[in-house]
């Protein structure tokens, strides 16, 4: 079992920055690709960052530019340091985690989502 914990949400005025942090635990091998998704009220839930475990990464075109996903391997914690934040940002972020199992079996968990919400 895989517990991914997410913190760093809350209220921000537009323009300003926020900093999310999910931390993964419990029994696994690995972990691969970690990265971010969020779900605005009466949409579909969409990739805002990704992270392989080597570093590479790559962001959804509405935040490119603004927000950064970094990891730390020896933690098991990934970020997403968001800056110059707009309404439409406003959403629950959801971090996952993909990986491999001592079973040898790979595996995608989700957290359980903080809000951010950025007022105009």
């Known amino acids: 079992q895989v517990q991914l914990v997410e913190s760093g949400g809350g209220l921000v005025q537009a323009g300003g920055s926020l900093r999310l942090s999910c931390a993964a635990s419990?029994?696994?091998?690995?972990?691969?690709?970690m990265g971010w998704y969020r779900q605005a009220p009466g949409k579909q839930r969409e990739l805002v960052a990704g992270?392989?475990?080597?570093?590479?990464?790559n962001y959804a075109d509405s935040v490119k530019g603004r927000f950064t996903i970094s990891r730390d391997n020896a933690k098991n914690t990934v970020y997403l340091e968001m800056n110059s934040l707009k309404p439409e940002d406003t959403a629950v972020y959801y971090c996952?985690?993909?990986?491999?199992?001592?079973?040898?079996?790979?595996?995608?968990?989700w957290g359980q989502g903080t809000q951010v919400t950025v007022s105009s």
């Open positions: 996952n985690a993909d990986g491999i199992g001592y079973n040898r079996r790979s595996f995608s968990y």
């Open positions: 419990g029994s696994f091998f690995r972990l691969n690709d």
């Open positions: 992270i392989t475990s080597g570093g590479f990464a």
